[in-house]
Each structure stands twice: as structure tokens, then as C-alpha cells.
């Protein structure tokens, strides 16, 4: 792919997971070519390639939307999670104090943003903490596929408008860290699992009013002023 067809892609699925894309949104090719500068054509080809990701889909006659995940495929997502990021701590051992300091300071970074009341950032931070650990534990190869799950959780939680307190999610969050630096690596396992469980528990069964206008697309696509999206080579 070309530097904007990565960018283009890489900008969706951050904003998926600041949730500022909602499920069922329009992605006008036209409205995303004037914003990122360049030809339709590229813009159809990052979308093919979010398509093949699961994130957008084409609808004859309409164009591309997000994706809007049935509640099967929210549950399959959620499972691949658990059994991906139970593994991951599975396998840990005691971590550096380096890691734990770069952990402790996300979950700072995750507070000041729900202190602040800023949704989009407290979303974004919540969701990237799963893909920050598993990077700082050396699962870098797995660090792509888990960012691509925990974007579609998220979409779930959208459409179902899940009822989980972002106050709760950091409170887990630092649990987890919390056990890892005692070395109580199964006690991590655990509170992970139980973490995405009641995450998903936390879906609701309606979906939002979703539809967007040229104006909605450019605000939700605005790079986030916090840690943007890491790119794992």
C-alpha cells in the first residue's frame, strides 16, 4: 500500500477506536479524498483493504459505511480476545521494570483523559491499553491482530451502546498491572478475562441513530491530540 493508503486506513481505525466513527457511517469517497488529499482512487483502494479487514463494507448503489457487527460477531470478537490476550499473559514472564513504568504511565494517561471528559481520547486510550501490553510483553507479532479485534469490540460497543463504565475499565486496567508487578501472572490472566467479560456483558441489544454528514465525517476522522496509533513493524 501506498503512504496515504496507509494513512487513510490507519486514520479509520483510530478513530473506530476513539469511538468518533460510529457503526453504520457513511465513508464518502469524495469527503475522503478532499480530506486526505488525494485521488478517489486511492481512497477505494484503503477501503478494499478496511474491507478486507472487517471495518467498512460497500452497499450497491450507496457506497462504503462502517461495518456494523451482528450481536454473533461481537461474541466471536470477544472470544478471539480472550483466548488471545489470556494466552499472551499465559506466556508472560515477571516484567521489566521499564514495562511496568510505560504501563503505569498509560493508565495515567487513561485517567487525565477521563478526569478531563475527553471521550474520544479516554476511548482511544482504553482500547489501545490491550495493544500496549501485548507489545510491552514482546507479542509484537500480535499486536496488528489484536488492535483489529479490539477496533471491532469496540464497534460493538457502539451499536449496543455498552452500559461499562470508563472508570471501571481504567480501575481493571490498573488491577492487572498491579498483578504483574507482584509477579501474580495468573491473577493478571484472570483479571483480564474477567475484564473482557464484563466488558461484553456490558452490551446492550439497541443501536444509535448513525447517520452522518460530510461535516461529521471530517470531525470524526481529526488526528486524536493524544498518543496517536502506534505503527508495529
Do not use: N
Not at 478494499?48 to 448503489?61: D, H, S
Not at 478471539?80 to 521499564?98: D, H, K, T, V, W
Not at 501490553?133 to 507479532?141: D, K, S, T, V
Amino acid at each position: 500500500m501506498s503512504s496515504s493508503q496507509v494513512q487513510i486506513a490507519q486514520q479509520v481505525v483510530e478513530s473506530i477506536l476513539a469511538q468518533k466513527l460510529s457503526p453504520g457511517e457513511r465513508l464518502g469517497e469524495q469527503e475522503l479524498a478532499e480530506l486526505f488529499g488525494v485521488s478517489r482512487t486511492l481512497v477505494r483502494e484503503a477501503l478494499m483493504q478496511l474491507q478486507a479487514r472487517g471495518f467498512v463494507e460497500v452497499r450497491t448503489r450507496k457506497g462504503w459505511y462502517v461495518v456494523e457487527p451482528s450481536v454473533e460477531e461481537a461474541r466471536d470478537a470477544f472470544s478471539a480476545r480472550r483466548i488471545i490476550e489470556g494466552g499472551i499473559l499465559r506466556e508472560a514472564g515477571r516484567p521489566l521494570q521499564s514495562v511496568l513504568h510505560r504501563l503505569r504511565d498509560h493508565i495515567a494517561q487513561e485517567e487525565q483523559a477521563i478526569e478531563e471528559a475527553d471521550a474520544a481520547t479516554r476511548a482511544f486510550l482504553l482500547a489501545d491499553f490491550h495493544v500496549c501490553l501485548a507489545e510491552c510483553l514482546g507479542q509484537r507479532l500480535l499486536c496488528d491482530v489484536l488492535r483489529d479485534l479490539t477496533a471491532r469490540t469496540t464497534l460493538a460497543a457502539s451499536l449496543y451502546q455498552s452500559k461499562h463504565d470508563a472508570g471501571q475499565s481504567c480501575a481493571e486496567h490498573a488491577a492487572i498491572v498491579a498483578a504483574l508487578e507482584q509477579g501474580q501472572l495468573e491473577s493478571a490472566r484472570e483479571l483480564m478475562l474477567t475484564h473482557i467479560g464484563s466488558v461484553e456483558a456490558a452490551l446492550g441489544s439497541s443501536a444509535p441513530d448513525t447517520a452522518a454528514g460530510g461535516e461529521r465525517l471530517r470531525a470524526a476522522l481529526t488526528q486524536l491530540a493524544r498518543p496517536p496509533l502506534r505503527k508495529v513493524s
